[in-house]
């Protein structure tokens, strides 16, 4: 394997990195203090730059999206050097104009799981950040424009539920979350994207719309065939989108989301053991000097 420091990272479906571009490709599997990520690692090199692949759900879609290993998903890219995550997801539509074939690059979340481990900082590490903007805005607008040149329909924003699953949603639940003024709806970019901030690594997602969820009273309800159909026909236009931003990705930018432990550690310096400090050096070591 290259030593190269791999500063890129994809998360999504096992077919997003099967593109006959992709060269000098190596596995790798790495144990976290959260245990092992969803899959081994595929590093690759894409348009000049070196890419860390990772199956969400694990090859051959084994964790549900209440049991992907998100912190340890988060931590193995960390670990291998990552500063940019280029996120893909399955999505149901909440308004008609986001239509199935569509992909939104949301600005917002609304996080509604209930069983999932939200953070690293835990009993003896404590910070608080501010998420107020989720995504990055810089990889936001990236993904947008490689969106449209590989020619997509794109929509540049769109406030994004996370639902617990792995069921979908009642019919209910479906007029309520539009009621709230949410546009789209998934299982799995929470807590990946508030882990990936806490980690100082900027973020951002394509959210595939395959659906109209349960509330279009005209069309059909929500079923795994129709998300897997949807998903495998815009699977050209999301390998190709991802080979665009990350020719177009600047390796050496700095963006806020870069520093953003500076100011949210709370815990004296003196009170955070040693074992605390090893335990989440990926995570705090910039920020506290531990680098």
Known sequence: MSTKKVEIGVIGGTGLYDMPEITDIT??????????????????TLRGKRVAFLARHGVGHVYSPSTV??????????????????????????????????????????????????????????????????????????????????GGTVHEKGTFLVEEGPRFATKAESHLFRSWGCDLIGMTSCPETFLALEAEIAYATMAHITD????????????VEMVIKTMKRNLDVAQKAIALAVEKLDTTATYPCHTILDQAIQTSRDKISPEMREKLRAIVGRALGLD
Not at 27 to 44: A, E, L, M, N, Y
């Open 212 to 223: 109209y969820d349960v509330w279009h009273e005209t069309e059909e309800p929500v079923t």
């Open 27 to 44: 596995t790798v599997d790495i144990d976290t203090p959260f245990g092992k990520p969803s899959s081994s690692i595929r590093i690759g």
């Open 69 to 150: 290993p998100y912190r340890a998903n988060i931590y193995a890219l960390k670990q291998l050097g990552v500063r940019f995550i280029i996120s893909v997801n399955a999505a149901g539509s909440l308004r008609e104009d986001y239509a199935p074939g569509h992909i939104i690059v949301p600005d917002q979340l609304l996080d509604y799981t209930t069983h999932r481990a939200r953070s690293f900082f835990e009993t003896g590490l404590v910070a608080h950040l501010s998420v107020a903007e989720p995504f990055s805005p810089e990889m936001r607008e990236l993904l947008i424009e490689a969106v449209k040149e590989a």
